[in-house]
């Protein structure tokens, strides 16, 4: 069931209009599609999504009776309390993500459960309603967003390049395909499919169908569990670091997030290794329970607080040196360089 939060629980939530460019749609967008449990999402633009997104999903679908309320402010069917904030176990809690985009853009959604008959199709613009129908359509959701910014054309100023846009999207789409191997990821731009993955529910693999062998050759295995506190994963052989923090994906319970803690956990394990300049790869799936971290502090919810910084510093530190020193203990095949 999706309800309006009370006002007192929407307080609480970090808000703030986060629809700035397409790719934070198709973000939000992803988080549903995961969060309604999918494990096939095929993304599709067009102009870099300044005209067209379209992100269809085999996940629960929506209810017939729920399909108009999904649009209004604070409507979730993820939480209902203010207690449920502290343990958030969605990608999703804030219900603003279809009204903040409907107010914007040109809004399709088709939904289908299980239990229905039939599907339901709701059309909007500018946040009007302009059709509620039935429509015959296979299990789970599709959402196209079209014309970005029609009716604010002053924030279309602010958007990039088609190219631009698309490379914004491209990245963001890969590192959440990572993040869940066990999905089927599919996008596709203009005509083109720029990746799919198998979604067989192996990182590794999500990793190399996204970035190619090249990669996956000199990544080496984490994995260490401390009390509640759990990282799998892959970093690099020292000898294959990058020149920048783009290859660096931190997951945290199934979120992909960026973390300042994190990052210097890494530098840690790595100091002395590396020449100055250069950062390790590293795909890092965090489990901690969720009472340990605050999820709700940013509009994006791209960052998020731990509890306790020091304890998760060096839980991944000794995890990394772990990784590391299997490396070091086995004979070198090739040179490192
Ligand atoms: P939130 O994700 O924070 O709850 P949204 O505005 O993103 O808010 O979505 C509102 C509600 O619409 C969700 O709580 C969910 O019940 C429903 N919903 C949205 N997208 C999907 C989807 N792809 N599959 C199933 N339900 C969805
Ligand atoms: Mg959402």
Redesign the pocket.
């Known amino acids: 069931m ?1 309800h309006v939060l009370e006002k007192h629980i929407a307080d609480k939530i970090a808000a703030g209009e986060v629809i700035d460019r397409p790719v934070s749609i198709i973000k ?2 992803l ?3 995961i ?2 449990g ?1 494990d096939q999402i095929t993304v599709e633009i067009r102009n870099g999504g300044k005209s067209y997104i379209r ?1 269809t ?1 085999n ?4 209810e017939a009776g ?1 399909m108009e ?3 209004l402010r604070h ?5 209902s309390s203010v207690r449920d904030l502290d343990a958030i176990g ?12 409907c107010a914007v853009a040109r809004v399709e ?1 088709i ?1 289908k459960t299980a239990d229905a008959k039939m599907g339901r199709r709701v059309v909007t613009e500018g946040s009007e309603i302009l059709a509620n129908e039935g429509i015959g359509c296979p299990e ?2 599709t ?1 196209t967003v079209q014309d970005l910014f029609y009716n604010v054309p002053a924030r279309q100023k602010f958007l990039s390049s088609d190219n631009g846009e698309s490379r914004r999207i491209i990245d963001m789409v890969s590192r959440i395909a990572r993040a869940y191997g066990d999905v089927r990821f599919t996008l596709i731009n203009g005509k083109k499919q720029v990746f799919t993955t198998r979604g067989k529910g192996n990182i590794f693999d999500a990793i190399v169908s996204v970035y190619g062998s090249d990669t996956g050759r000199d990544l080496l295995p984490v994995e260490r569990t401390s009390g509640d506190l759990i990282v799998k994963g892959f970093v690099s052989a020292p000898s294959a670091s990058a020149s920048s923090r783009s290859r660096q994906i931190f997951c945290v319970n199934g979120r992909v997030i960026s973390s300042k803690v994190l990052e210097k956990a890494l530098d840690e394990a790595y100091k002395e290794k590396l020449f100055h300049g250069r950062f390790p790869v590293a795909f890092l799936f965090l489990s901690i329970p969720p009472e340990k971290l605050d999820v709700n502090i940013h509009p994006t919810k791209k960052e998020i607080r731990f509890d306790d910084d020091f304890e998760v510093h060096d839980f991944l530190v000794k995890a990394v040196r772990q990784a590391l020193e299997v490396r070091e203990s086995l004979p070198q095949v090739r040179g490192e360089n």
């Open positions: 999706i939000e967008l988080e549903n599609s969060d309604a999918a992100v999903d996940g629960s679908g929506i729920d309320t999904a649009f409507a979730t069917s993820k939480i969605t990608l999703g809690f804030r219900g603003e993500a279809l009204a903040s985009i959604l939904s789970g959701t959402v």
